[in-house]
């Protein structure tokens, strides 16, 4: 029984130092594309720093990789959210995109980030900092309906029901 | 704890709006009538709002001449949405996979250079929100989110390509977070794919396409 235990822990160790020689991708760059998000819209700083911390990673060129990212299998699971990610939303390439495509795009980080499917938990679990904070999802949210469309009573609901103690005082149903 | 509580009241005003907006008896078509009046109000906002959110095309400027056969496509459309009001995410997502082959498989004749690049924006957009709707099958509200984009699309491939079917343009006026949103429907009775079994036939007929 005790040998049995020996070999599998064996087996474990050298599957992990093993893993460590898996090919990686490199995901950087350090030049910001001409296409890129902020180019195509006047995106104020506060705005752009919570894009840059919390969606960056996985959705642009150019992933900011934390120590531990160089250990497997996390680098593997990072890899796979990353080339998952870009394929999705570029954020580098947003300007590449067509109008239709880009009102869908727009529309589909609303949507994602009010039923918190984004950043994802599997992500937010490994890299606490990239967490969206409840006002900066309003601040994100509302920006893109400001940028989207001229603000009616409507859309300040949809802020409502994300945030309804700020923006109680427009709830007039 | 907080965080708790947050979420609950964000999810009872939520529900509220939606009550709300809805009136409560929903199986009565008297109320839904009344309903509709009551939103007739706002309908100015949403005319505009759309016209501010896609390129969207006039659908009459299409002058009767078809450009491609979209039957294939308006089928499985319409059997999607088809499953989506009958709240079934799985049947959804396994015809939004036909949806996307015969979407891929389209191509369109006589188009001039600006139609032709129109269409394939539209049809880059179709795929891939028909790509969503499939990818999840456990997701009706992200599959429902995806059919606003993609009723769009289906409405302005029509306007391009033309049919020769008698279709409905459908407008439901609490879908889309009480932003509106409409569909293509090939009957007369009001479907509601946004709303499901909730409310089936909450919408009107904004337009006849012939």
């Given at each position: 029984m005790k040998k049995w235990l020996k070999k599998i822990a064996i087996v474990l160790v050298v599957i992990l130092v093993g893993m460590q020689f898996i090919p990686t991708d490199v995901n950087q760059q350090e030049e910001i594309p001409k296409t890129d998000f902020r180019h195509v819209y006047?995106?104020?700083n506060n705005v752009m720093s919570i894009l840059q911390t919390s969606c960056y990673d996985c959705h642009s060129n150019n992933t900011n990789y934390p120590w531990y990212?160089?250990?497997q299998p996390i680098r593997f699971l990072m890899d796979k959210h990353i080339r998952e990610g870009k394929e999705e939303l570029n954020f580098n390439?947003?300007?590449?995109?067509?109008?239709?495509?880009?009102?869908?795009?727009?529309?589909?980080?609303?949507?994602?980030?009010?039923?918190e499917e984004m950043p994802p938990l599997s992500y937010t679990f490994m890299h606490g900092n990239t967490h969206l904070l409840q006002e900066e999802k309003i601040k994100l949210i509302e920006w893109i309906i400001n940028l989207k469309f001229k603000k009616t009573k409507k859309q300040i609901l949809i802020i409502g029901a994300v945030m309804p103690i700020t923006f109680s005082r427009h709830n007039h149903y | 704890?907080?965080?708790?509580?947050?979420?609950?009241?964000?999810?009872?005003?939520?529900g509220g709006l939606i009550v709300g907006g809805c009136g409560n008896n929903n199986d009565s078509k008297d109320n839904n009538h009344e309903n509709h009046e009551h939103q007739e109000s706002m309908e100015h906002d949403h005319s505009l709002h759309n016209h501010g959110e896609t390129a969207e095309r006039d659908i009459t400027s299409n002058n009767g001449e078809i450009k491609g056969d979209l039957t294939q496509v308006l089928n499985h459309y319409f059997s999607l949405n088809?499953?989506?009001?009958k709240d079934d995410a799985s049947s959804a997502a396994n015809v939004s996979e036909k949806l996307t082959a015969s979407l891929k498989g389209f191509t369109?004749?006589?188009?001039?250079e600006d139609e032709q690049k129109e269409v394939d924006e539209i049809m880059e957009s179709a795929i891939e929100n028909a790509e969503h709707i499939s990818e999840n099958a456990d997701k009706i509200d992200h599959q429902r989110e995806h059919l606003i984009s993609l009723s769009i699309d289906v409405k302005d491939l029509i306007a391009i390509i033309g049919t020769s079917q008698k279709l409905y343009e459908d407008f439901c006026p609490m879908a889309n977070d009480n932003n509106g949103a409409i569909w293509i429907s090939n009957k007369e009775a009001i479907s509601n794919p946004y709303m499901g079994t909730k409310m089936p036939t909450c919408g009107k007929v904004n337009r006849i396409i012939n």
């Amino acid at each position: 029984m005790k040998k049995w235990l020996k070999k599998i822990a064996i087996v474990l160790v050298v599957i992990l130092v093993g893993m460590q020689f898996i090919p990686t991708d490199v995901n950087q760059q350090e030049e910001i594309p001409k296409t890129d998000f902020r180019h195509v819209y006047n995106v104020p700083n506060n705005v752009m720093s919570i894009l840059q911390t919390s969606c960056y990673d996985c959705h642009s060129n150019n992933t900011n990789y934390p120590w531990y990212s160089n250990i497997q299998p996390i680098r593997f699971l990072m890899d796979k959210h990353i080339r998952e990610g870009k394929e999705e939303l570029n954020f580098n390439e947003f300007g590449s995109y067509s109008d239709r495509r880009k009102k869908n795009k727009l529309k589909s980080i609303i949507g994602q980030i009010k039923d918190e499917e984004m950043p994802p938990l599997s992500y937010t679990f490994m890299h606490g900092n990239t967490h969206l904070l409840q006002e900066e999802k309003i601040k994100l949210i509302e920006w893109i309906i400001n940028l989207k469309f001229k603000k009616t009573k409507k859309q300040i609901l949809i802020i409502g029901a994300v945030m309804p103690i700020t923006f109680s005082r427009h709830n007039h149903y | 704890m907080k965080k708790g509580n947050l979420k609950l009241m964000s999810l009872l005003i939520a529900g509220g709006l939606i009550v709300g907006g809805c009136g409560n008896n929903n199986d009565s078509k008297d109320n839904n009538h009344e309903n509709h009046e009551h939103q007739e109000s706002m309908e100015h906002d949403h005319s505009l709002h759309n016209h501010g959110e896609t390129a969207e095309r006039d659908i009459t400027s299409n002058n009767g001449e078809i450009k491609g056969d979209l039957t294939q496509v308006l089928n499985h459309y319409f059997s999607l949405n088809e499953q989506l009001v009958k709240d079934d995410a799985s049947s959804a997502a396994n015809v939004s996979e036909k949806l996307t082959a015969s979407l891929k498989g389209f191509t369109g004749f006589g188009l001039s250079e600006d139609e032709q690049k129109e269409v394939d924006e539209i049809m880059e957009s179709a795929i891939e929100n028909a790509e969503h709707i499939s990818e999840n099958a456990d997701k009706i509200d992200h599959q429902r989110e995806h059919l606003i984009s993609l009723s769009i699309d289906v409405k302005d491939l029509i306007a391009i390509i033309g049919t020769s079917q008698k279709l409905y343009e459908d407008f439901c006026p609490m879908a889309n977070d009480n932003n509106g949103a409409i569909w293509i429907s090939n009957k007369e009775a009001i479907s509601n794919p946004y709303m499901g079994t909730k409310m089936p036939t909450c919408g009107k007929v904004n337009r006849i396409i012939n």
